[in-house]
């Protein structure tokens, strides 16, 4: 017999216990022979403790805590409950298997075999480099230098807060020398000389013939002297256009400066302004050669350019050099070899000047120099919350997709990568559109990573997209404009949008419905047209 006072063993028949004297009544002789019952408590820690290994602190700190208290419960029962056993198991198996959690959760994605790297972007040959330098010295003469400045302090700002380091960025210094230490310095072009060749251009693209002649006649002076003024700059371009390619050399991280294109906007629009005031044979002709120059560069650029914003802007001057080329198209002044250049020139675009592979391929490096270069902290080594690996193979799969559909090939998809450890049973997530978050499963295996990819959530280059279809279309309507005045039979089938392309004699124009495939909506691709000139009248 059990003495429920001290657990000492004694005899069957003992009256008193004969460690600790307690009398044994029939009543606590009954108590000794009720059989002892096994805790619902500590069955319930070994239920909760072995799912832990899947579901961590949702069922593993429940197992913990059941398993202490049915513990304390089975020691202090006077015998009534047993199972103290399974409480123990309970507590160790739920930290082991909360442990194997830990480390199933901190394994990486294991690395990207045979990435992409800045050999796998289309570039210039390397004795085309030069064309690169030559490039850069015609955008500083467009460039504010308060302008300039305050964009390096914003991206060196940027480069310091992801690496967590220093910069070492700086201005060139042949931009500090020719303008930063002249305090007299003005740019190329005034603010109102930009404003007006801003305003023709709108102007001309709505094709209001009546304001546009108001405004080319009432400024006339203004125009030609904006033309004189850059000539330095069309020297230039005629170096440039030497070179059979012209070269994009920046780099894919912080270290380089971008070349700022955007500046040569205005200077496109210059020579749509200046194509109206041609009205001699001789002068059409020679603007006709430059306007080919000018824009043989920028259509040599376009194919090697590297960010997107390079991109753009060359799409933009080659929407803006057609439409000064289809002034002078429609100019009865204009010799048939003046005419005969452009249908030389202005042909259809080749797939690699209009590709955006380049443009995805470098922003697709840079998220990648971002993500590589993203410091670890103290908390994410002890705790890795950040999965570098992982945060890699999405941002990849989301650029494979990219210029799948920018390209538009037959070519198969490659396959998918894993953004899990390779034994994870989860299907891979698909990147989220704007405004939408990745997987709640995923964000819980790596939430730094899935912060990261929401920061920088590439844009999508649909308005790429659709503005290179656009000058696609119109580089068509030219074509058949060139073919009219040259007296050829001219094809009217559409690219996209509608099935022919449609010529208004009377509000004489040539266009394509947009994308919304209305005629007559704002979003018409258009082009005007002189229907005499043309042969397009009776």
Known sequence: MQCPKCGHNNPDDAQTCQSCSFAFSDKNASQLTTPAKTSRLAILSLVLALPSLFFFLLTGIPAIITAIISYFKIKHSDGKLKGRPISIAGMILSLLFMFGFVLLWSLDAPPIPNDYTIADLRSAPADCNESYELLRSLVYLFVDPRQEIENLNDAIALEESITGQKSQRKLPDSFIEKYLKDDEYEPLLSDEECALIYEVSEIAEQGKVSALSNIINKNADMIKQTWDKTEKVRGIIHQINKFPEIADLYEPSFTDEPLHVVALINFSRIYHAYAYLQVEPNDIHRFTIELIEMDSVFRKLSMNARLKIVKLCCLIITSNNIQAANTIANTSEASQESIKLLAEHFTPFTKEQISLKNPLLLEYLSMKYCISQAPENTFMKVIPVFKRNSTLRINRNHFEDLISA???????????????????????????????????????????????????????????????????????????????????????????????????????????????????TDDDIKLPINPDVLGLTE
């Open 406 to 520: 920018a390209e538009v090939t037959n070519d198969a998809k490659k396959e998918r990568l894993k953004v899990w450890p390779s034994f994870y049973p989860f299907q891979e997530p698909a990147f989220p559109k704007k405004n939408e978050k990745l997987p709640f499963l995923y964000r819980c295996y790596n939430p730094v990573g899935s912060l990261l990819l929401k920061i920088m959530n590439p844009d999508t280059f649909t308005s790429m997209s659709e503005k290179s279809l656009k000058i696609k279309i119109k580089n068509d309507l030219f074509q058949i404009i060139l073919n009219k005045r040259l007296g050829k039979d001219v094809d009217l089938t559409a690219k996209a949008y509608s099935d022919k392309y449609i010529i208004d004699v009377e509000n004489e124009i040539i266009f394509s419905p947009g994308p919304d495939g209305e005629s007559g």
